[in-house]
């Protein structure tokens, strides 16, 4: 639009320039050719239509004139449009040169809005007041119809409505405290059957493989809770649960060693399984990495593949539950360095004969 005033302002001033040589009759006589073609023009086109530009050229040239020689000029608009337009143009520069200031309350600065919602979501229970306190006592000074107000505008219902629980999140909260146990069987090349007693922690998803017989005796179990209290003792570990099955193996003298060093035995309920997912999670795990893919001898090539499979799992092998680190050994720093990004340098460490690999830098 400011190009376009320019340059209709640059033609209507060599319009005047052309003006200045011309009689007062040739402009009488122009003015009243002019007239006669708006008459025409008026008589064909309904309702002409104006641009901004337009009518601040029209403003501008004809607000100098009076109200009662505007109302004799023969014109496509009435006088009071033309003064309309003026005030708006007076208007619009007002505007653009004095900006009024923004009234009301400063806006809430960005890292307290992300503090309050990150408040809201770790705690399910807090309602705005408390969430105001908890400001306070960091030294944040806001308003506590501030916090309400950002919690309403993100969706984030009052607390009563926020302290519903999933399964998820229950059994996050209690990982530490739980550990998983079960028996599963495995065959050998002559067919003979073996029994595996594993034991799993739910928080690290480390696995201790407790034992392996072809001959399961309640006497057994026993000797291998005693093992495993002997290891998480060693490990101070806060676990305070066991989930078992309802096997007869697992008698009461299993379950009051347990009670004895502080481990209370849950039993599943009959046919089911997904009552001890994690632990029958891991058993898929091993049959499908290890046992599916190699041919037992017996029972001392059992313990032994078992034991190789049991260190890959706890200190190499990812977990998605754990960001993708091992049990048993955090995650390395990821590679920030271009040029070590071009030339990777991995090795391979087999076990079993090649039947598991690790991959690790080389140094």
């Not at 799993?200 to 026993?222: D, K």
């Not at 209370?264 to 795990?285: C, D, F, H, L």
């Not at 091992?326 to 271009?338: D, G, Q, T």
Request: aromatic share 6%.
């Amino acid at each position: 639009m400011l190009l376009r005033l320019a340059y209709l302002a640059a033609t209507n001033t060599f319009a005047f320039l052309r003006l200045l040589p011309m009689s007062d009759r040739d402009k009488d006589i122009e003015i009243l050719a002019l007239r006669h073609q708006l008459l025409v023009l008026q008589r064909q086109v309904g309702k002409p239509t104006f641009t901004d530009t337009d009518r601040a050229v029209l403003s501008g040239l004809l607000h100098h004139l009076p109200m009662d020689k505007l109302r004799h000029l023969l014109l496509l608009v009435r006088p009071d449009t033309i003064m309309r337009w003026h005030r708006d143009v007076l208007k619009r520069r007002h505007a653009a040169t004095c900006r009024p200031k923004r009234r009301g309350r400063p806006p809430t600065v960005r890292s307290i809005r992300v503090l309050v919602l990150r408040l809201a979501r770790e705690n399910s229970s807090w309602g705005y007041r408390r969430i105001h306190g908890e400001l306070a006592t960091l030294g944040i000074k806001v308003a506590a119809s501030t916090v309400w107000e950002i919690l309403k505008e993100h969706g984030i219902p009052p607390a009563p409505e926020r302290q519903t629980t999933t399964w998820a999140e229950f059994l996050r909260s209690q990982a530490e405290a739980l550990l998983a146990s079960d028996l599963f069987e495995v065959r050998t090349l002559t067919g003979a059957r073996l029994y595996v007693f594993a034991v799993i922690e739910h928080a690290t998803r480390r696995v201790r493989i407790l034992g392996a017989t072809a001959h399961p005796t309640a006497e057994w179990i026993v000797q291998l809770g005693r093992n495993l209290l002997m290891d998480l003792e060693d490990a101070s570990s806060r676990a305070r649960f066991l989930i078992r099955d309802r096997d007869s193996k697992f008698t009461a003298a299993f379950d009051a060693l347990l009670a004895d060093a502080g481990l209370k035995a849950v039993t599943t309920g009959i046919r089911m399984p997904r009552m001890n997912s994690i632990m029958e999670r891991w058993i898929q795990t091993c049959r499908r990495e290890l046992l599916d893919r190699t041919l037992i001898w017996n029972q001392s090539h059992l313990l032994h593949a078992l034991s190789e499979f049991e260190t890959f799992y706890n200190c190499h092998r990812p977990h998605r539950a754990l960001g993708q680190a091992a049990p048993l050994r955090p995650l390395l720093e990821p590679i920030s360095v271009p040029a070590q990004i071009r030339h990777l340098e991995v090795r391979r460490q087999d076990r079993l004969g090649g039947t598991l690999h690790e991959y690790q830098r080389a140094a």
